[in-house]
């Protein structure tokens, strides 16, 4: 290999295992002197875990990791940051109300007997962004500038704290316009040409094609190779990031003999016409039917988990118009979607789901309690009655009812919510990701409800990373790509190469 | 299969358990060290004994406490009960003796039974006033997205000022029997007091277990997240419980210048918030919210006030006394400390493999 004194960074053999996850399993990972280095995976992939123990945050359970032909064993971040590995977060963590100057040189001010030498620094200040072709004024607030120049204003920190060698942007594109994201790219070539290695994960396809040099995509915590990346289609990043190759693509089967999408005789329950809400999902028209469901394909941050969120009021669109039932839907909030007849089961169960030291029971009714109002209360006897009959249904394995819900498997928590949400009696419900991190058991139970609960009469939306399992719940797919619906598929169009490519842009 | 615990062991795990042995520590204290503590006696009908002092003294903060519980099982915490209190006390005073104290105490001779507006008025004016306190708090915690610590103190620090606007920078006193009898009466031989506790307790229990109040409080104080995104109007119940707060505060103001038959403003309920956190900590809700307990709460108040009386009458200094407070209290939380609990369970069973 001609490349081989480039190389800068070499992690060979990681291993790290968290209670009940192999979150990295024996992943070699390598890094040049001068290029971008995109690394991909879905949630779950490994990449963070990855990065915390580059950064020393993790320790890794096996592994070795060598900095410069020297083996090294990072203790801490501020050890990593010795070494010259330098970290720029998702979440900016400068101060937004000191001046860009004091943000870049905290803690390092420019002396003049015993004082801050303010004329110095903000010299300095104007010297270091100036490397990277910034021109800005550093006496202002570091927040009245843009999210973009703070992103920038933070690789800068880093970069001149240490002498840094390893650069690390986590998604730092995610809220950034278009230009924003243009002027990011050319501080990264500029640190590029200065031989800075950039590691750079971000869920945006396009953005890695623009900007990469070679890509390594992780899968389920083990790696699933690395690859220049002019010789990787979009096609086949994506089915490598979802896990499924292109001959196993053609050989699925397409004989899904269920209600065709077309022929819908009634009026659409829920219709959206040019809906969207800035900086989430661009406008987009939809109609959902009686008795369907529809399945959300699309990375994350495509935008499925955003359309969710408006279609049940969580987020307000500032776009279009919302009908259910033929009647313009005004007030958009979750009590009002319920009232509706709309639920929707969050992506992140954690945060968003459960309630985590309430009883299952409690935990069950809570939804359809919001909705009746705090004054008709359910007699204790009524609620343990409606928990008992979905703990029976959905087959939730708890010892009682009274048990905190946080003593439950996540499979058995995700039913509690599904339970929460048909208590309701629901005419749409929305699953954002219902089997994320779930048992195998649990999955095809869950697909199994729902198909159930769309022969009812009921309208489904199925949202998942897994296309597979998107494929064999949905009657029709609306794929998601970047904040953008691109298109609907039905029928014979609903298969996992059409799907990818439609994902991939190609 | 909830049924095969036992009684006791349902009794220890419930949330009432560790404060009734705080108490019980210091009424045995009490029993050994204090002469004639537990002596109950009637004089003209009423019960007399360090006792019944404990519960006529702690009633205001019994009902602070209260109110606080449902606060802070909200994740949030409310600083201004001290000066609501004097706003109640300030405003009840105040249309009672409209003179600003000044007309009345010119002259020598007590003025007896005199009352500018009707008590039923009177009561009410103070209350709506303090539950107008709550609301104010409760805006800007739900509305504004203001900390609650910070949102609170707002009113902490102002609220004085707003209880000496209504009483003119005077401390006002009052000559009306009927009103005495709030902080001072007997109702069947029992201080009147005790009924007031009674009735906020059970208002209350009503309204948090009879109601979804409870199970919505508790919610929001856990996940705010995922109440909202069940429906739960997560703005509202915070609103609701600081106007709880409120009126609570406004009845332990009645109470209190019931019983000095005056109001400071400078002085009425000087430290009562903390006292209420402070029963409410011992109680063992917790600040970060969630499950909460109504009763473990009063007896986290009866705790304070006990270990208060219980300083007077063996005569520690009241110099001292803050002291004495400060680290029974700190045992007390050190108990309910897990990580504590496990060093002292390691140190426990080390000596018991040595001997």
Redesign the interface.
Known sequence: MADSDQVILTMKGISRAFPGVQALQDVDFNLRRGEIHALMGENGAGKSTLIKVLTGVEAPDTGVITLEDKEVQVRSPQHAQELGISTVYQEINLCPNLTVAENILIGREPRRTGRIDWKRMNAQAVDILERVDIGIDVTQTLGSYSVAIQQMVAIVRALDVASTKILILDEPTSSLDTYETDQLFSVMRKLKGQGTAIIFITHFIDQVYEISDRITILRNGKLVGDYDTNSLTHLELVSNMLGRTLVELDSVSKSRSKLVADGHTSDPVMQARQLGSTGAIDPFDLDLYEGEVVGFAGLLGSGRTEIANLLFG?DKPDHGTLAYNGKAVKKFS??S??ERGVA?S?EDRK????????SVR?NIV??M??????????SSAKQTEIADKYIKMLNIVT??P?QPVKNLSGGNQQKVILA?WLATNPQVLILDEPTRGIDVGAKTEIQKLVVSLAEEGKTCIFISSELEEVLRTSDRIVVLRDQEKITELTGDEMNETLIMQTIAGS | MAQSKSFWKRFVDSQIFWPLVALGLIMLFNAFFTPNFFKLEIKDGHLFGSLIDIINRGAPLMILAIGMTMVIATEGVDLSVGAVVAISAAVATVLINPALGQQLIASDKLVENVTATPLPVVILAALLVSALCGLWNGLLVSRGNIQPMVATLVLMVAGRGIAQLITGGQIITVYFTPYFFIGNGYLAGVPFTLFLVAVVGIFTWLLTRKTAVGMFVESVGINVKSSFYSGVNEKNIKLLVYVISGVCAGIAGLIVSSNVKSADANNAGLGFELDAILAVVIGGTLMTGGRFSLAASVIGALVIQSMTTTMYAIGVPAMAAQAVKAVVVMVVILLYSEQFRNVANRVFTRKEVRS
């Open positions: 969580v979750p009590l979607s319920i929707l969050p945060a968003a789901g459960i309630v985590d030291e309430l409690e809570l939804a309690q919001a909705n009746r109002g705090w004054l008709r209360y359910l010892p009682s009274e929460r």
